[in-house]
């Protein structure tokens, strides 16, 4: 199975910019693609952004769109999120997943249960 180990969250006041990153080891297949969910308390987990590995295609909630991206680096077998222009609602555990499957829509990407793998989460705190 693959291991997620995801990292870098933390305080951040309104306005701000972190990045969090996910590092995937232990694959026993090659072609997968990644993403992160998001989860506040007392809610569903939610999509952010997920990227082909291969192909480097990538997807984003259409919400967040224009102020998190998404990118991975193969070479170190990692996933990042660069989210910019923080707010307090964007508070929530950041998951780092996985999985073998290749989506070519959002149908695919946005929900939770088509991924395989996950990490155990980086708390993310925007201060209002």
């Known amino acids: 199975q693959v291991q997620l180990v995801d990292a870098g969250g933390g305080l951040v006041q309104a306005g701000g910019s972190l990045r969090v990153s996910c590092v995937a080891s232990?694959?026993?297949?090659?072609?997968?693609?990644m993403g992160w969910f998001r989860q506040a308390p007392g809610t569903e987990r939610e999509f952010v952004a997920a990227?082909?590995?291969?192909?480097?295609?990538?997807y984003y909630a259409d919400s967040l769109k224009g102020r998190f991206t998404i990118s991975r680096d193969n070479a170190k077998n990692t996933v990042s999120l660069q989210m910019n222009s923080l707010k307090p609602e964007d508070t929530a555990v950041y998951f780092c997943?996985?999985?073998?499957?290749?989506?070519?829509?959002?149908?695919?990407?946005?929900?939770?249960?088509?991924?395989?793998?996950w990490g155990q989460g980086t708390q993310v705190t925007v201060a209002s």
């Open positions: 232990g694959s026993s297949f090659r072609r997968y693609t």
């Open positions: 997943t996985a999985t073998p499957s290749a989506f070519t829509t959002g149908l695919g990407y946005v929900r939770a249960s088509n991924y395989d793998y």
């Open positions: 990227i082909s590995w291969i192909g480097g295609r990538t």
